[in-house]
């Protein structure tokens, strides 16, 4: 069956520090994966989209890896903040018009 | 940058009633809008793909008399919600695809509480 999955539903870690999320999916072959970061009570909001033919994204702080033989992407985040703090949430492209399938999202807290 | 914007913000309604959530993209039309369901702790669950002027697109297991979904105008999406029940109760959130480099722009949510 299809899944998608990211390794674990919080991460705490110490300001300053790199945060590094995990998404892996299996039995899909996406043309595009994307980032989203989303706070509590709120819609997500596009962090990054990386493709099939893409190993590595940069924007500002974040990096984001894809690795298509693993079906993995890796998502980093240099230098946090406590304002990084958030779910963060993969996306697959997974058919027609542009739809996506997400994943349940990790729970980043940056502490001071 | 494209901004998306969903009314009511919340809701709270007795079971048996219907209501409606409007989806409008304020600065940029958007040919296709999807509707998805959150529940606390889980992840968004897409419902509906909707292309305006065409029937919506449900996915397996949404009922499509129960959650309607109107696409009018290229900036605007309607999900109404029929004889809602309290099973019903979630955060609904509606996204629009701009049509450039496959991003899609998220509306704050709408937070559905039925009585």
């Known amino acids: 069956s299809q899944k998608i999955e990211q390794n674990s539903e919080a991460l705490n870690i110490q300001e300053g520090k790199t945060a590094t999320l995990t998404c892996n999916y299996t039995?899909?072959?996406?043309?595009?994966l994307q980032w989203y970061r989303q706070d509590p009570g709120r819609g997500p909001v596009f962090l990054l989209l990386?493709?099939?033919?893409?190993k590595e994204k940069r924007k500002e702080r974040l990096k984001v890896t894809f690795d298509t033989t693993l079906k993995q992407s890796l998502f980093h985040i240099t230098a946090s903040q406590p304002a990084d703090s958030a779910t963060y949430l993969c996306?697959?492209?997974?058919?027609?018009?542009?739809?996506?399938?997400f994943g349940k999202g990790i729970t980043l807290s940056v502490r001071p | 940058g494209a901004v998306v914007s969903q009314h009511p913000s919340w809701v709270i309604c007795k079971s048996g009633t219907s209501v409606k959530i409007e989806c409008r993209s304020l600065?940029?039309?958007?040919?296709?809008m999807f509707w998805y369901r959150q529940f606390p702790k889980q992840s968004l669950m897409l419902m509906a793909t909707?292309?305006?002027?065409?029937?919506?697109?449900?996915e397996q297991g949404v009922e499509k008399d129960k959650f309607l979904i109107n696409h009018a105008s290229l900036t605007l999406s309607t999900l109404t919600v029929t004889s809602a029940h309290p099973e019903d109760s979630s955060f609904y959130i509606c996204?629009?695809?701009?049509?450039?480099?496959?991003?899609?722009?998220f509306g704050p949510g709408t937070r559905l509480t039925v009585l």
């Open positions: 039995n899909y072959s996406p043309a595009y």
């Open positions: 600065d940029f039309q958007a040919t296709t």
């Open positions: 909707s292309n305006e002027g065409s029937k919506a697109t449900y």
């Open positions: 996306a697959l492209e997974t058919g027609a018009n542009s739809k996506l399938t």
């Open positions: 996204s629009a695809d701009a049509g450039f480099y496959n991003e899609q722009f």
């Open positions: 990386i493709r099939e033919n893409e």
